[in-house]
């Protein structure tokens, strides 16, 4: 009885009594939730724009807002537990607004590739990053990401069962899956019982590439081998590495010498196989 949309509601019956129509009481009242919510999408789309961390950042955009002198976004606040915060909300209006538009051009796609890769979260949950590339109706190539979806292990079962769950969900065409992109891990590429194997017993038109960047780099680390020095080099910058990383007085003389250098981020990153070529 004491809440805002209670009294706004009694507000607009005694409107009524006094000879308006019920468009011409509400009218305020649906113009500003309106603008809310516009602006809300708008505060989201900014965020997605600009490749800045959605579900964290929202909230805190639209408390900004409020700051500024935006109080129509109170208008969002619908009782205790609705205010359009929430990650199912956010999650909501981007599969609506967002992902909805580019499922419908991945299924008119006559042409389709897909790139995985696994990942390990700060959690230390496995995961797995799903990239769709796909030609429109006008022959341009976009590339889009899909999904970021958690497994439950590393093996190749469950990898390909995961991605075929996520194929019959987004609604996309398996008939014109042509191509499939892997970092060429043994668990991707293996030729008994990989991930590429699986599916192409199932789809025999796709393609699979091992992503051509890993494949340079390993070549490069493979050919250092036979250069004697080029160990000892490699694990100097290891040992630097490890040097700074373990220790918050060394990584701040290390930045302290930057600032001396006139250099932005000085870092002394470790040695990977597939970075050989950055290092």
Not at 141 to 165: E, H, M, P, R
Not at 215 to 230: N, T
Not at 241 to 270: D, I, P
Request: glycine share 6%.
């Amino acid at each position: 009885m004491a809440s805002e949309h209670h009294k706004i509601a009694c507000q607009h019956q005694s409107g009524l009594t006094t000879g308006n129509t019920v468009l011409v009481s509400f009218e305020p009242t649906v113009v500003l939730e309106h603008e809310a919510v516009v602006g809300a999408l708008n505060r989201l789309y900014w965020l997605i724009k600009h490749e800045i961390t959605h579900h964290t950042n929202y909230p805190a955009s639209l408390e900004l807002a409020n700051l500024l002198g935006c109080t129509y976004f109170d208008k969002l606040n619908i009782g205790y537990k609705t205010n359009y915060r929430s990650h199912r909300i956010i999650d909501e209006i981007l599969a609506t607004v967002v992902e909805q538009p580019i499922l419908r051009a991945i299924a008119l796609s006559k042409a389709i590739g897909l790139e995985i890769d696994e990942t390990t979260d700060v959690s230390v949950c496995r995961q797995m990053d799903i990239h769709v590339r796909y030609l429109d109706q006008e022959g341009k190539l976009w590339s889009q990401f899909l999904d970021l979806i958690c497994l439950t292990d590393g093996k190749a079962d469950s990898i390909v069962l995961a991605l075929k769950n996520i194929i019959q969900m987004k609604g996309i065409p398996v008939h014109v899956i042509f191509g499939l992109g892997t970092d060429g891990a043994a668990v991707m590429t293996g030729k008994h019982n990989g991930v590429a194997k699986q599916l192409s017993n199932e789809w025999p038109w796709l393609f699979s590439v091992h992503c051509a960047a890993h494949r340079l780099a390993l070549a490069c680390k493979d050919a250092s081998e036979d250069v004697p020095y080029m160990a000892t080099f490699r694990d100097h910058l290891e040992q630097l590495h490890l040097y700074f990383r373990n220790s918050a007085n060394h990584s701040a003389s290390l930045k302290a010498a930057a600032e001396v250098l006139g250099v932005c981020e000085l870092k002394v990153k470790q040695v990977k196989d597939t970075r050989w070529l950055s290092t």
